[in-house]
T-cell receptor, first 113, second 111 residues
Framework: GDSVTQMEGPVTLSEEAFLTINCTYT??????LFWYVQYPGEGLQLLLK?????DKGSNKGFEATYRKETTSFHLEKGSVQVSDSAVYFC????????????FGKGITLSVRP | DAGVIQSPRHEVTEMGQEVTLRCKPI?????LFWYRQTMMRGLELLIY????????DSGMPEDRFSAKMPNASFSTLKIQPSEPRDSAVYFC?????????FGPGTRLTVL
């Protein structure tokens, strides 16, 4: 079945550092890929998405590129802020509207001032 | 829009008691999902509905869990009887396309 693998955490960075969070997936067909973020005490919210190979999703300074050849969707940000401290989840769906999501285990990011 | 609304936000109960979690999806969304989040297992999809009809309940852990959606604006997840291993954060999410919108969750503690 479909699966998502995220790098082990937690990750602690200083403010303005460069961020990379790795995500790889296993899926049949042409999945859609997502990054969700969960701030403390809140539900998950969509950060960005990509629906086909070579698409780049971007939002709030975060970017991720759908790499079919490496089955990856790594999240990057050039300069993190304290307010980016949260849990980040990589997820996939089978590409159809309203299909269920398969999530990675999530990784906690802490940004120090 | 108020977003997905869940109640209660926190629930503490004793083993053996019945627990009911409630969810109001975003108006106009025709899909509703229930998830459970724990440190050990991460996020698990329990069940999801389309137009109030359960589509896939393969993630429901056992017969103690049941979910209903009597109308487009309300769903419940019930655990009877509850056990300590049911302690988790339960999320409800709704969607009308590829993006799911999550509620704030209910933190359940079973003593």
């Amino acid at each position: 079945g479909d699966s998502v693998t995220q790098m082990e955490g937690p990750v602690t960075l200083s403010e303005e550092a460069f961020l990379t969070i790795n995500c790889t997936y296993t899926a049949t067909g042409y999945p859609s890929l997502f990054w969700y973020v969960q701030y403390p005490g809140e539900g998950l919210q969509l950060l960005l998405k990509a629906t086909k190979a070579d698409d780049k999703g971007s939002n709030k300074g975060f970017e991720a590129t759908y790499r079919k050849e490496t089955t990856s969707f790594h999240l990057e940000k050039g300069s993190v802020q304290v307010s980016d401290s949260a849990v980040y989840f990589c997820a996939l769906s089978d590409g159809r509207a309203n299909s269920k999501l398969t999530f990675g285990k999530g990784i906690t990011l802490s940004v120090r001032p | 829009d108020a977003g997905v609304i869940q109640s209660p936000r926190h629930e503490v109960t004793e083993m053996g008691q019945e627990v009911t979690l409630r969810c109001k999806p975003i108006s106009g969304h025709d899909y509703l999902f229930w998830y459970r989040q724990t440190m050990m297992r991460g996020l698990e999809l329990l069940i999801y509905f389309n137009n109030n009809v359960p589509i896939d309940d393969s993630g429901m852990p056992e017969d103690r869990f049941s979910a209903k959606m009597p109308n487009a604006s309300f769903s419940t997840l019930k655990i009877q009887p509850s056990e300590p291993r049911d302690s988790a954060v339960y999320f409800c999410a709704s969607s009308f396309s590829t993006v799911q919108f999550f509620g704030p969750g209910t933190r359940l503690t079973v003593l």
